[in-house]
């Protein structure tokens, strides 16, 4: 039997780290890719890495008819791509950084810090009606404190999108450096 | 070689010398002007063919390269010279067609300033390419120009486009062509090794098997190493549009093409195999129908050059990953093993069955008693007064279904067309493409009237070069394809499908220094066959007037199942 493909309602989050080269155009390349094939970016974090030539990127991807597989193969077709892996759940380390802006009176401001506290966040600005706190960790501790702020009125809020590597001493490599 | 000092100019033309590049497609203008200069007095100057639009030069280098196998190249300036590439970069990247594309930009320093002829060309292609550059340093032209070349030519080869600022062009570099590329990230080494073993044990298990031919074939160059492995298995063989003439269509395992304009036996044999082995072939929707019907109780073992094209549509159940060259011996002396170890399977069963459905839906042409000439009576006469012995270019349409059900083709690289795209004005441009690089050879180019008219002006470039192709136009006063889905499916609103009489393709014809010719009824058919043919001295141009409501039959409906076709029992 030819088997079909699943089809699930609000698709599946995938963690996909690339290496890609480090060279003019790469993000619009990446990016269009996947605008391109119908896949929808939950977030997107590229920088560089230990060698100056390549860069990492970080994408989260949610798949609603597609295997990550083929996801995957389609990147590694793309000519500076030079490695793709998705990093399952249990053998990544996964950070995001969120900033926060809380206007609110000085009152609270205590509250606020043993908020921050619980959740290893800093306050990096203060002003008498308002602060800024800083925190990282899995997406899933920002959002559960996004949602400890809400009571407070977060007025601004920015996050950085997901960086992951794997763990272990597995790498993402260009052939030569294996 | 000793490094040399040359222009950025001079170091792209040089590097088409050194490719060995025939015939360059394209037209001068404000930005390029420096490479159309170091052109003048280089060798290249008897190879550049001046086409009347750049889209002629594109398909025209798609026509060389489908004939040859070898890389075409086509050039134009900036702006409007390169979006007017971007038709015939979208079609030879979807139909697989190795092609190096030259563009010029306004100086890097007029970059994103919006200046005359400035269009981000390289940002529209991306997509549309196999890869791309903005070369934004002359010492990189030697070394990007090979990367084209190699990136063009190699894997599943495709368009590869060089964007060039003009100030690029009039700098100097120290010229040296490197005689390698490396680029890290191209064909990554693959995870697993191809499971043979596991694709022979499936063919020698199976009892309804079925090859699928697709244009990878042509593209891998792997004519030899299919037949053998179709003679070896011994099973029905069908084709895509593409993969027509990869394996002889006169062969009698050969069903043809299948799929939306298939036979209804090719499309019965595909449906009701219990394993297709897909070569060189994408499962595109116009040859699956609805894919949750396609073929439901078939394993699929897929051999492909690109690993992309893995269970995209269809699950493989073996795949196999690899150049088709050299893969594929491995399969078939895998398979004889197996069948000298355990014996042939018996397919005779099978065979009986897909007999049956070849006598009783052949293709059939209803000519008699039918006064006005029909189309595939119009394709049929011309392959019968050639022996079939020509290159054939299509445009896109009803014509280029009824070329590809009715012209039989026994050799590669002779069906030449637009498939994935399906870009209609695709027929004269690559029989100039062709006829250049097969100067021989008889090149045939089967037309309709609304197809012949995107890319006519082109008549000039054949005249010019007394290229003795023969157009013929199945006219009939429609799109015709268009209107064939109107009257089945959109209740014979004909909603601006009708085309006006014009212009007169005589006169036309004339107008161009062509021969112009007209069959209006069938006794005058094969007089004008017969002259357009014998005619050697430049092109020419036949307008048939076929019968306007003749459909394309058998038809899946899109999206309908593989087998549930109208028309053609």
């Known amino acids: 039997m030819v088997e079909k493909t699943e089809q699930l309602p609000n698709g599946n989050l995938h963690t996909l780290s690339l290496l890609v080269e480090n060279k003019p155009a790469v993000l619009q390349r990446i990016a269009g890719h996947f605008s391109r094939r119908g896949y929808n970016i939950e977030s997107l974090a590229v920088g560089p890495t230990e060698r100056p030539q390549y860069s990492r990127m970080t994408v989260v991807v949610r798949l609603t008819q597609r295997p990550v597989q083929l996801v995957v193969r389609q990147l590694e077709k793309l000519i500076p791509v030079i490695e793709v892996r998705e990093l399952a759940a249990q053998d990544k380390i996964e950070r995001e950084l969120v900033l926060i802006k809380i206007r609110t009176p000085e009152k609270n401001h205590a509250e606020l810090r043993a908020i921050a506290d619980t959740y290893e966040a800093q306050i990096v600005d203060v002003s008498p009606d308002a602060l800024m706190i800083e925190a990282s960790g899995p997406a899933a501790k920002l959002d559960a404190l996004e949602d400890r702020l809400a009571l407070f009125g977060i007025t601004e809020l920015c996050r950085s999108g997901a960086i992951a590597l794997e763990r272990g001493f597995k790498t993402l490599a260009p052939p030569h450096m294996k | 070689m000793p490094k040399e000092k040359m222009t950025g100019a001079c170091a792209?033309?040089?590097?088409?010398?050194?490719?060995?590049?025939?015939?360059?497609?394209?037209?001068?203008?404000?930005?390029?002007?420096?490479?159309?200069?170091?052109?003048?007095?280089?060798?290249?100057?008897?190879?550049?063919?001046?086409?009347?639009?750049?889209?002629?030069?594109?398909?025209?280098?798609?026509?060389?390269?489908?004939?040859?196998?070898?890389?075409?190249?086509?050039?134009?300036?900036?702006?409007?010279?390169?979006?007017?590439?971007?038709?015939?970069?979208?079609?030879?990247?979807?139909?697989?067609?190795?092609?190096?594309?030259?563009?010029?930009?306004?100086?890097?320093?007029?970059?994103?300033?919006?200046?005359?002829?400035?269009?981000?060309?390289?940002?529209?292609?991306?997509?549309?390419?196999?890869?791309?550059?903005?070369?934004?340093?002359?010492?990189?032209?030697?070394?990007?120009?090979?990367?084209?070349?190699?990136?063009?030519?190699?894997?599943?080869?495709?368009?590869?486009?060089?964007?060039?600022?003009?100030?690029?062009?009039?700098?100097?570099?120290?010229?040296?062509?490197?005689?390698?590329?490396?680029?890290?990230?191209?064909?990554?080494?693959?995870?697993?090794?191809?499971?043979?073993?596991?694709?022979?044990?499936?063919?020698?298990?199976?009892?309804?098997?079925?090859?699928?031919?697709?244009?990878?074939?042509?593209?891998?160059?792997?004519?030899?190493?299919?037949?053998?492995?179709?003679?070896?298995?011994?099973?029905?063989?069908?084709?895509?549009?593409?993969?027509?003439?990869?394996?002889?269509?006169?062969?009698?395992?050969?069903?043809?093409?299948?799929?939306?304009?298939?036979?209804?036996?090719?499309n019965y044999t595909?449906?009701?195999?219990?394993?297709?082995?897909?070569?060189?072939?994408?499962?595109?929707?116009?040859?699956?129908?609805?894919?949750?019907?396609?073929?439901?109780?078939?394993?699929?073992?897929?051999?492909?050059?690109?690993?992309?094209?893995?269970?995209?549509?269809?699950?493989?159940?073996?795949?196999?990953?690899?150049?088709?060259?050299?893969?594929?011996?491995?399969?078939?002396?895998e398979v004889r093993a197996i069948f000298s170890a355990r014996g042939q399977p018996d397919l005779a069963p099978w065979w009986q069955r897909v007999s049956d459905w070849r006598e009783k839906h052949p293709l059939r042409i209803r000519q008699e008693g039918e006064a006005q000439i029909l189309p595939q009576t119009a394709i049929e006469r011309i392959w019968q007064k050639c022996g079939g012995r020509a290159i054939v270019t299509t445009g896109v349409g009803a014509h280029q279904m009824w070329a590809a059900q009715f012209w039989v083709v026994s050799q590669p690289r002779r069906f030449i067309t637009s498939g994935g795209l399906g870009t209609m004005g695709f027929c004269l441009p690559a029989a100039i493409g062709a006829q250049l690089a097969c100067p021989d050879a008889l090149v045939i180019g089967i037309d309709g009237d609304g197809s012949f008219q995107m890319t006519l002006q082109d008549l000039a470039t054949a005249s010019e070069h007394k290229l003795p192709i023969k157009i013929f136009i199945l006219n009939n006063l429609f799109l015709g394809m268009v209107r064939q889905w109107q009257e089945l499916f959109y209740e014979e609103r004909f909603s601006e499908t009708p085309l006006a009489d014009l212009p007169d393709l005589v006169k036309l014809a004339e107008a161009y220094s062509c021969l112009g010719l007209r069959a209006r009824t069938l006794p005058e058919l094969d007089p004008v066959i017969e002259k357009a043919l014998a005619y050697r001295e430049g092109p020419c141009v036949v307008d048939i007037r076929v019968k306007a409501e003749e459909k394309v039959y058998p038809m899946v409906p899109a999206g309908a199942p593989l087998h549930d076709m109208i028309g053609g029992d």
């Open chain 2, 270 to 333: 595909v449906q009701n195999s219990d394993l297709i082995v897909a070569l060189g072939a994408r499962f595109d929707d116009r040859v699956t129908g609805r894919l949750s019907t396609f073929a439901p109780e078939a394993k699929i073992i897929h051999l492909e050059v690109d690993p992309a094209e893995i269970s995209k549509l269809v699950t493989a159940t073996v795949p196999l990953v690899g150049d088709l060259k050299e893969l594929l011996p491995q399969l078939t002396a």
């Open chain 2, 12 to 266: 792209v033309v040089r590097a088409l010398e050194l490719e060995g590049v025939e015939w360059i497609f394209g037209m001068p203008g404000g930005t390029i002007l420096p490479i159309y200069d170091a052109i003048y007095t280089s060798s290249l100057k008897d190879k550049h063919i001046l086409i009347r639009h750049e889209q002629v030069g594109g398909h025209a280098a798609e026509g060389y390269a489908h004939a040859t196998g070898k890389v075409g190249v086509c050039m134009g300036t900036s702006g409007p010279g390169s979006t007017n590439l971007v038709t015939p970069i979208a079609d030879a990247h979807m139909d697989s067609v190795p092609l190096v594309v030259i563009t010029a930009n306004v100086a890097a320093p007029l970059i994103g300033t919006d200046a005359f002829q400035e269009a981000d060309i390289t940002g529209i292609t991306m997509p549309i390419t196999k890869h791309n550059y903005l070369v934004t340093e002359a010492e990189e032209i030697p070394r990007i120009m090979k990367e084209a070349f190699h990136l063009a030519r190699t894997g599943r080869p495709g368009p590869v486009h060089v964007d060039i600022p003009k100030d690029i062009l009039n700098k100097t570099l120290d010229f040296e062509y490197p005689e390698t590329v490396s680029v890290p990230g191209y064909m990554p080494p693959l995870r697993e090794a191809p499971r043979i073993p596991d694709a022979a044990m499936l063919i020698r298990s199976s009892t309804r098997p079925c090859i699928y031919l697709g244009g990878g074939v042509r593209t891998g160059n792997a004519f030899a190493e299919v037949f053998e492995f179709c003679e070896l298995v011994g099973a029905p063989v069908v084709t895509t549009l593409h993969g027509k003439g990869t394996f002889p269509e006169t062969h009698p395992q050969c069903l043809r093409m299948f799929g939306m304009h298939g036979s209804r036996y090719a």
